[in-house]
């Protein structure tokens, strides 16, 4: 109501903010009170628009003939004979890209009166690349590159560093040593990548889904050679993100089609070009040793990561310092490895795979680096309790005795490891982790681990019960009992759907 009555007259100085009481815990009237989404009416019945129902009057249909490689290489030239017998197709237009921060250096871009056209005409069309650099780049290269880089004791920065790594190995009484391997991931958004560009009065106008308005904006400036603040940005509703909506590479090329021609250009991608040039999640690879004492508790963790840095690509500002001040890290490749376990010698090294980075221009996969890091830590528990014959549940609470700085402080993290503590029992009591009767060639997996990062956590924990064919070696999972702790919660049922959407 306040927003919509367009009144709002009043603004705030430092002190007044400092002044301002806040209620207290139990004083809430609407947080803590489930409240449904005001979207989901229309979500459900089909009326809410989306970028890709955008429609400009004189609107003409754009469609990118994708490159052969994913990031380097142009166009040189183009034959469209055979697209010219297509009813409604007017040309294809080579434009120059920027060429930075993963978007692309140069476009090929069939033009139709309709989407259908479009779409046929570019099957017909032949381009002529230049492939680039990095034309014979595979899975193969990129790995090899990233275990030369672990290899290598001087590559890389320090992310954590605490104690001394190798005095604690010399004292260990059993040691393991691991290595992870992760692979490209996609969004696969519900919705494929569009957008509606057009030129009016000087300004660019560009309807779309975005993540990031204030990054696309200037991105899209720079490609088209306008000031920042003649490049409007109108927010659509976005059929999924995930983190797929924060660059601007369908949102070049429209505004380059709409320049070019004087016209409203739309561009979908095709779910094809979509998967291929998404800015999907780094390959990674991570090397584990650690070592424990003759009770069974961590002295030492040694934790290498090898991968692409997105934060490199998309806003090098953001980066974090290393631990010795020595360079920056970009931290949303490595959050998740600084983890609220109570280890004393503890080594994170942050390694970048330049030839990823710029090969494979890194996107961010929620929740970007610790679908790779706390996937190797926690493999990593689980193998050293099976080495040594101890329970994983028991090795992870001796762990979490929050000393130190794992003891937490306000206001992101009050009560720091304890309250993982609290959620994995939590989950292993009500899983029955360790008495519950299974069936044949059926276990119980746990894990707990705190969020994307490490200063803003959400205390989580899952038990699953999972099946292996013992012929094919197929998993099935049964069942997942999930227990977390996210503070305040607003809204119950909202967190609770995320909860579960994101479990399935």
Not at 131 to 155: C, H, K, T, V, W
Not at 160 to 174: F, I, K, P, W
Not at 339 to 365: C, D, M, Q
Not at 464 to 476: K, Q
Request: hydrophobic share 40%; glycine share 10%; with cysteine.
């Amino acid at each position: 109501d306040i927003v919509s009555g367009g009144n709002i007259d009043r603004t705030f100085t430092e002190d007044d903010l400092k002044a301002l009481r806040l209620k207290k815990f139990g004083d809430y009237k609407v947080v803590g009170q489930s409240m449904p989404a005001l979207d989901i009416p229309s979500k459900t019945n089909g009326t809410a628009r989306f970028g890709i129902d955008v429609f400009a009057p004189n609107m003409v249909y754009a469609r990118w003939i994708s490159p052969p490689v994913r990031w380097g290489s142009m166009p040189k030239g183009v034959n469209d004979s055979a697209a010219k017998s297509i009813k409604g197709y007017i040309r294809t237009i080579l434009a120059d890209g920027l060429g930075t921060a993963g978007n692309q250096k140069g476009y090929a871009l069939a033009i139709a009166e309709t989407k259908h056209a479009v779409d046929a005409a570019a099957g017909l069309i032949k381009v002529d690349w230049d492939l680039g650099p990095y034309a014979d780049i595979s899975d193969e290269r990129l790995m090899s590159e990233a275990r030369n880089l672990i290899n290598d004791p001087d590559s890389g920065l320090p992310w954590v560093l605490d104690g001394d790594v190798e005095a604690g190995l010399s004292t260990a009484s059993e040691t393991h040593e691991a290595e992870y391997t992760t692979s490209i991931l996609i969004h696969g958004c519900m919705e494929p990548m569009n957008c509606v560009a057009m030129q009016q009065d000087g300004q660019f106008h560009i309807f779309v889904g975005t993540q990031w308005a204030t990054r696309v904006g200037p991105l899209i400036a720079e490609a088209v050679g306008v000031d920042p603040a003649d490049v409007v940005i109108h927010h659509q509703y976005a059929g999924g993100f995930f983190g797929r909506r924060l660059d601007a590479d369908e949102m070049i090329p429209a505004a380059l089609a709409a320049k070019e021609l004087g016209r409203p250009v739309k561009l979908i991608y095709t779910r094809e070009d979509d998967i291929r040039f998404d800015f999907h999640r780094t390959p990674t690879v991570q090397r584990i040793k650690g070592g424990v004492d003759a009770s069974g508790k961590y002295v030492s963790i040694d934790h290498a990561i090898a991968a692409g840095w997105s934060t490199k690509r998309t806003a090098p500002g953001f980066m974090a310092e290393s631990v010795d001040k020595r360079g920056r890290i970009d931290g949303f490749s490595n959050n998740g490895s600084d983890f609220w376990y109570t280890v004393p010698n503890h080594h994170v090294r942050a390694i970048e795979n330049e030839l990823v980075t710029k090969s494979l221009p890194p996107g961010f996969v929620r929740s970007v680096a610790p679908g790779w890091t706390f996937f190797a830590v926690e493999s990593y528990i689980d193998e050293m309790a099976r080495k040594i014959g101890k329970d994983p549940l028991a090795m992870r609470i001796d762990m979490l005795d929050a000393a130190g700085k794992n003891a937490g402080a306000p206001p992101n993290s009050v009560g720091g490891a304890l309250r993982l503590r609290n959620v994995l029992m939590t989950a292993a009591g009500r899983a029955g982790f360790g008495s519950k009767v299974l069936g044949e060639n059926t276990g119980l997996g746990l894990s707990c681990v705190s969020a994307q990062e490490r200063g803003s956590p959400t205390w989580s924990a899952c038990v699953a019960e999972v099946h292996v064919d013992p012929l094919s070696g197929a998993p099935t999972v049964k069942k997942l009992t999930i227990a977390m702790d996210v503070g305040t919660v607003v809204n119950p049922e909202g967190a609770r759907a995320q909860i579960e959407g994101s479990a399935l």
